[in-house]
């Protein structure tokens, strides 16, 4: 052997190494925004499941007291009875709180509002009424008479 011959380098170039930092960028910057859409539309499913199940404690309070009222009356004055409906969703780490309005004899509102300053802020207040109307006001204010959307959409 003689010592003027090079050991041939097992490393990577610099070329390939910026082609590969090239290429995680780009998945990125692809992969993050689409994870975000997943979440914020995976924690308003979620939403929108604990919204069906206290509409369900609801109709079983009707079922044996022939009223909402007094699901509604609570000595903690809390927003949601909590004997029958989750204060809020999910119970870890909440995105929404749930509120039941709009309480008569025969009807109900269930709302589920994005926490302030949270991830699901911005996101759209989700309704169930107890006719089984299921509304989404994407703009987030739930003031407007028409909401933007269906749970469907």
Do not use: K
Request: hydrophobic fraction near 40%; charge should be negative.
């Amino acid at each position: 052997m003689n010592g003027s011959t090079r050991a041939r380098g097992r490393g990577f170039t610099l070329t390939e190494l910026l082609i590969a930092v090239a290429i995680v960028a780009i998945l990125a910057t692809v992969a993050f925004p689409l994870y975000t859409q997943y979440s914020l539309r995976s924690h308003r499913a979620q939403a929108m499941t604990d919204l069906g199940t206290c509409a369900q404690a609801l109709e079983r309070h009707y079922t044996v007291n022939f009223t909402y009222v007094t699901a509604a009356v609570d000595p903690d004055d809390l927003p949601t009875p909590p004997n029958l409906c989750p204060q809020q969703s999910p119970q870890q780490n909440p995105r929404y709180n749930i509120r039941l309005s709009a309480v008569t004899a025969n009807n109900f509102v269930l709302r589920a509002l994005p926490i302030a300053g949270g991830a699901q802020a911005g996101d759209g207040v989700l309704e169930l009424r107890a006719d089984g109307q299921r509304l989404w006001y994407r703009n987030d204010d739930a003031a407007t008479t028409t909401p933007q959307e269906g749970w469907d959409e």
